[in-house]
């Protein structure tokens, strides 16, 4: 694929303003900061998705947080879900380091790119429906571009497997009817394509033992080896 293209529809995804409330919150999070950040410029933009234009693997979160993404202008970037996220991606072989926390930090991920259906971070990060049907045409562009070389997706939560589905059938595929339902570990076979449910690395998911980093390695692995990806081996940490 030609990554001048991914790059042009990351540029325009950071300039959009389509959701009055979204921007809104962005920038007046971004002017206030938290006190542990007082020192940070904010990025305070909608924030692209992060990883190689040839990925064979995509993972599809929620959205930025208010003081991780939003701070760093990178996905998962910054804070403690991604702190979880890309220490899993390293354990599997898929990122050069386990911690992501900044936009200059050094970390590359490997056939692996990380975006979400909402680019900008909402208020209690709940986006609106209206808010996510608008942001819509990103990820299925974003998947348009991503498909000579995309061979599996992990979707994270309920609200990202919702939203992959729609948007891998507004982008081409061949959705099944009824739609499947999400499940941690669920797995749909669609065109030349995996798509994989995985509980949210939300701290209240991580928190409470609900996902554990063994059950994330597991998912992304298992993801990584339908996509043809080198990972490494099974191992016994918890």
């Not at 529809?9 to 206030?32: H, K, N, Y």
């Not at 998705?49 to 693997?57: N, T």
């Not at 996905?75 to 898929?94: E, I, K, N, P």
Request: hydrophobic residues 40%.
């Amino acid at each position: 694929m030609d990554s001048s293209s991914l790059a042009r529809l990351d540029e325009r995804i950071t300039g959009c303003r389509a959701c009055p409330r979204l921007v809104a919150w962005r920038e007046e999070v971004a002017a206030t900061k938290r006190a542990a950040f007082a020192d940070w410029t904010y990025w305070g933009r909608p924030v692209p998705g992060f990883g190689p234009p040839d990925a064979r693997l995509l993972v599809i979160g929620l959205a930025p947080a208010a003081h991780g993404g939003n701070r760093t202008g990178r996905m998962f970037t910054g804070d403690r879900s991604g702190d979880v996220l890309y220490a899993a991606l390293h354990d599997v072989g898929l990122a050069s380091q386990p911690t992501s926390v900044s936009a200059d930090d050094g970390l590359e991920l490997y056939g692996v790119r990380v975006t979400a259906p909402v680019h900008c971070a909402p208020p209690a990060n709940k986006p609106t429906p209206e808010e996510r049907d608008t942001c819509r045409p990103w990820l299925v562009q974003e998947l348009r571009l991503l498909r000579p070389s995309l061979r599996s997706v992990v979707a994270l939560g309920a609200f990202g497997w919702q939203a992959a589905l729609t948007a891998l059938g507004e982008a081409g595929w061949a959705v099944p009817r009824p739609r499947p339902a999400f499940g941690h570990g669920a797995r749909v076979s669609l065109e030349g394509l995996e798509l994989f449910g995985c509980f949210h690395v939300s701290q209240r998911n991580t928190f409470t033992g609900r996902l554990t980093p063994r059950m994330l390695r597991d998912v992304l692995r298992t993801a990584a080896d339908a996509a043809g990806l080198p990972v490494g081996a099974v191992d016994d940490k918890p």
